[in-house]
């Protein structure tokens, strides 16, 4: 499973705390259901960009036993909780043709029932960071990032130990950057690409952690005062630790948590590094949710605000990655890729929103 951490909400607060009963019971969150055709922005998205997005998710789907858990609660596990589940929908909708806008919603419409996850939502983002760095130790690339140890103590242990070494020439190496910085902000994001020096860029992602609590430096640094809380975001920390480099290190291993990564390869440039369901990233379309609540692999429609310009961002996603720092049916972590306008963005989103959650209904698809 790839960790990630909520950008904002976890760097500064270490978890979304959802809205009152948003955690669901036996039977699920509180629900309002209405019809698909009725979510707000419905007709002005890209539906057509949303069914790539689930029809690459429905091909490690259908690969799945059919007994394979998804996660979920009450009515979500029951709709779409197992692999098994989504046979109908994904044999239907890998006959659709690429690109057909019109086909597309006509088959969210058809075959889905939306339901609103009562009380407001927390939206977040996240990306894909790039480092320049090195596969191997070199003038100027120093930090190693490491992939999981193959002994269990050695994995288990603190970021302060791994820091002093204690992993030297016992873990395998995945890289190198320049940066203590880089490399703790890298593993914040659980994937990234390094970009080498002969050109090549190297993805990496998750590749386990060391099992200890994870503890936001963003809250660290606005409890000392030496950021406003209004101005935490992922571009500040990285700063702030870096034009003070004799106070990083001391703050930096607060958060005992590791994170290792290994090399990836074979992705296309236009995607992420797979989240938690296997299936490559998609910008604007994959989220990270609380699988305990939500399944993976359900379409999850989100209504909120862009950071930046505050028009409208609604538009149907895909639960397809998990994040340390989600907790219960009100929070959504939107991917918004890689590159420098991905990681403004992203950096920044931490918009009150809705969440609606659309179920294949349970009459056989066509």
């Given at each position: 499973m790839r960790w990630l951490c909520l950008i904002l909400a976890g760097l500064l607060a270490g978890c979304v705390q959802p809205?009152?009963?948003?955690?669901?019971?036996?039977?699920?969150?509180?629900?309002?259901?209405?019809?698909?055709?009725?979510?707000?922005?419905?007709?002005?998205?890209?539906?057509?960009?949303?069914?790539?997005?689930?029809?690459r998710g429905c091909k490690v789907?259908?690969?799945?036993?059919?007994?394979?858990?998804?996660?979920?609660?009450?009515?979500?596990a029951q709709a779409g909780g197992q692999a098994g589940?989504?046979?109908?929908?994904?044999?239907?909708?890998?006959?659709?043709?690429?690109?057909?806008?019109?086909?597309?919603?006509?088959?969210?419409?058809?075959?889905?029932?939306?339901?609103r996850i009562r009380g407001k939502a927390l939206?977040?983002?996240?990306?894909?960071?790039?480092?320049?760095?090195?596969?191997?130790?070199?003038?100027?690339?120093?930090?190693?990032?490491?992939?999981?140890?193959?002994?269990?103590?050695?994995?288990?242990?603190p970021r302060a130990a791994i820091d002093d070494k204690a992993l030297y020439r016992k873990a395998p190496v995945t890289a190198y950057l320049a940066n203590p910085v880089d490399a703790f902000m890298l593993q914040i994001q659980g994937a990234?690409?390094?970009?080498?020096?002969?050109?090549?860029?190297?993805r990496v992602g998750f590749d386990g952690q060391n099992g200890l609590p994870y503890t936001p430096i963003g809250r660290i640094l606005v409890q000392d005062g030496d950021l406003a809380p209004s101005d935490v975001t992922f571009q500040s920390i990285s700063a702030w630790l870096k034009a003070h480099p004799t106070q990083a290190r001391g703050i930096m291993e607060q958060n005992?948590?590791?994170v290792y990564l290994k090399p990836l390869g074979?992705?296309?440039?236009?995607?992420?590094?797979?989240?938690?369901?296997?299936?490559?990233l998609t910008a604007g379309r994959s989220v990270a949710v609380d699988s305990a609540v939500i399944p993976l692999g359900m379409p999850v429609f989100i209504a909120t605000t862009d950071p930046v310009t505050s028009a409208p961002l609604d538009r149907l996603t895909v639960?397809?990655?998990?994040?340390?720092?989600?907790?219960?049916?009100?929070?959504?972590?939107?991917?918004?890729?890689?590159?420098?306008?991905?990681?403004?963005?992203a950096g920044v989103m931490h918009q009150a929103g809705s969440l609606y959650i659309l179920l294949p209904k349970a009459a056989p698809l066509s």
């Open positions: 809205q009152t009963g948003a955690g669901g019971n036996a039977s699920g969150p509180a629900v309002a259901t209405l019809s698909v055709s009725a979510l707000p922005g419905w007709q002005q998205d890209d539906t057509a960009a949303a069914l790539a997005t689930f029809v789907l259908l690969r799945m036993p059919a007994d394979q858990s998804l996660g979920g609660i009450g009515r979500f589940l989504w046979q109908n929908a994904c044999t239907a909708a890998e006959r659709i043709p690429p690109g057909d806008t019109a086909a597309a919603r006509a088959f969210f419409e058809q075959n889905f029932a939306a339901e939206i977040t983002g996240y990306f894909e960071p790039e480092y320049p760095g090195s596969k191997n130790l070199a003038r100027g690339y120093t930090v190693p990032i490491y992939a999981k140890p193959n002994d269990a103590a050695l994995a288990d242990l990234g690409r390094i970009l080498l020096p002969d050109g090549h860029t190297l005992a948590r590791y074979g992705l296309p440039d236009n995607l992420g590094a797979p989240g938690t369901l296997g299936v490559p639960a397809q990655d998990t994040g340390g720092g989600i907790h219960g049916a009100s929070a959504a972590d939107l991917y918004f890729g890689t590159g420098p306008e991905a990681a403004r963005i």
